[in-house]
């Protein structure tokens, strides 16, 4: 697997959650890093996001709460979430986007982690 998501789990109200998804240095190299989610019954969703140009990208209902990270000795990009709620619950995806046209695929999508948010 490329991407290789952990962290996730059963959380209360207020709580917080860290998931890790782990890459490779060429993925680091070429690749821009990000998380979605998709809960049940819903699209796929934007959660956060490094942007070709390095800056922080996020959805408007994490602002605040959430923060993307990236360790790049370890190729691991991190999503803190705090003050989770439970229309946070989904199963969030790790996701590289191509930092250019010429680099195939354009993306690359880990295979979940569930994140349930339930008193």
């Known amino acids: 697997a490329q991407l290789v998501e952990s962290g996730g789990g059963l959380v209360q109200p207020g709580g917080s959650l860290r998931l890790s998804c782990a890459a490779s240095?060429?993925?680091?190299?070429?690749?821009?890093m990000g998380w979605y989610r998709q809960a049940p019954g819903k699209q796929r969703e934007l959660v956060a996001e490094?942007?070709?140009?390095?800056?922080?990208n996020y959805a408007d209902s994490v602002k605040g709460r959430f923060t993307i990270g990236v360790d790049n000795a370890e190729y691991t990009v991190y999503l803190q979430m705090n003050n989770l709620t439970p229309e946070d619950t989904a199963v969030y995806y790790c996701?590289?986007?191509?930092?250019?046209?010429?680099?195939?695929?354009?993306?690359?999508r880990g295979q979940g982690t569930q994140v349930t948010v339930s008193s």
């Open positions: 996701n590289a986007k191509a930092r250019s046209a010429d680099v195939l695929p354009e993306y690359y």
């Open positions: 490094f942007t070709s140009g390095g800056n922080t």
């Open positions: 240095r060429i993925i680091f190299r070429f690749y821009a």
